[in-house]
């Protein structure tokens, strides 16, 4: 069967300057060749294999943005990425001095990340964000509700230091889910780790991410929901086909899996507090392999206790023929008890200089 989309993921920029971009961003708007969509042995439309959903293109359109980018446009924010690599294997300079003192020992340089350096491209357009529901293309308002909720989660998180227990940290720092809403649902890059590993059968689907091997089970039918009060980590997955279209429903939700430091739906708040999705919130994923190398992603979050209206998008993920690796969070066995061992230390230090506990 021919694909439904016209998909393309392509680097417009590299080395190649804009005057020889003409004949390769023309190709991109081109219609795509009939393309028949493989099986597996149950007849279903083969989805498996590895995939990515790096790109440079962000979550939300930037503020008087329009929802498409022109060529010139594309390519200055992949050649941006390619240069901030491209620096990135530059040698350090060895007589350079010490950096000056602070509380942040910083993180990964960006020679360790992966944060991608294509722009999202589907039907021929370059898009200029993610999401491209609500037209505007940026999350929605948050109800009366959501507001009253939000401002009650942050208060509560401020009421405590930053390392008074385990549970005020990130559920990434305590191994428990993966940094950046990589499992989802819904499923969005971060600065690293951005591949998924999808394997199918006749009743299954499963989605490993990179990170922390969390798979994400989806069962496939019309069985039973789990009740109202069981909500594992990614929620209650139901999948069925339409067509060639996976499409997912997931509900259930934990409502401590979504904080600040792995999801956007805490995009404001306090980076402590997080943000508690409301118990009516529903994920609908769509997932269509348009071509041999893309497999088009569409998603749409609807919590009407929380949003104003519902959100989604479309990300054109593609293939990643390089394996992946194992990742070991070691938090969960060192650094959780380094970490709350230290903040107890700095306060017993405080005490005995006559200071206030931090």
């Known amino acids: ?9 392509v680097v417009l920029g590299c080395a190649v300057g804009l005057s020889s971009l003409a004949s390769p961003a023309a190709a991109q708007v081109a219609e795509a060749p009939d393309w028949t969509v493989p099986r597996t042995e149950y007849g279903h439309p083969d989805i498996q294999g590895r995939w990515s959903n790096a790109f440079v293109t962000p979550l939300q359109r930037p503020e008087g943005q329009g929802p498409t980018l022109t060529v010139e446009e594309a390519v200055a924010l992949e050649q941006g990425a390619l240069s901030r690599l491209a620096d990135s294997f530059e040698p350090l300079d060895p007589n350079r001095s010490a950096p000056p003192p602070s509380d942040n020992p910083g993180a990964y340089d960006r020679f360790y990340g992966d944060s991608g350096d294509r722009v999202v491209i589907v039907n021929g357009e370059p898009r200029s964000s993610f999401i491209t529901r609500p037209a505007n293309g940026r999350l929605p308002e948050l109800t009366e509700e959501g507001k009253r909720r939000r401002a009650e989660q942050k208060a509560f998180g401020e009421s405590f230091g930053e390392h008074d227990h385990p549970e005020l940290l990130p559920l990434p720092e305590r191994c428990l889910v993966p940094l950046g809403p990589r499992t989802g649902p819904p499923m969005f890059d971060a ?6 590993y999808i394997v199918q059968n006749k009743d299954h689907i499963a989605i490993m991410p990179e990170q922390y091997r969390s798979a994400r089970i989806i069962r496939l039918g019309e069985g039973p929901r789990l009740p ?8 209650d997955s139901w999948g069925h086909w339409e067509g060639d279209t996976l499409v997912v429903e997931t509900t259930n939700l934990h409502p401590l899996q979504h904080d600040v430091q792995q999801s956007v ?3 404001e708040l306090d980076r402590r507090a ?3 999705v409301s118990e009516k919130i529903t994920v609908t994923e769509r997932f269509t392999r348009v071509d041999e190398d893309t497999l088009l992603y569409d998603f749409t979050v609807d919590d009407p206790v929380i949003y104003t209206e519902p959100w989604g998008g479309e990300i054109p993920m593609w293939r990643q023929n390089e394996q992946m690796y194992e990742f070991a969070c070691h938090e969960a066995n060192y650094g959780m008890f380094n970490i709350l061992r230290g903040a107890r230390y700095q306060e017993r230090q405080a005490a005995e200089s006559g200071g206030q506990e931090p």
């Open 191 to 196: 600065g690293y780790n951005n591949n998924y």
């Open 228 to 235: 109202d009060h069981i909500r594992p980590w990614h929620g």
């Open 274 to 276: 997080g943000n508690v």
């Open 265 to 267: 739906f805490a995009n």
């Open 1 to 9: 069967m021919a694909a439904h989309h016209a998909v393309a993921v």
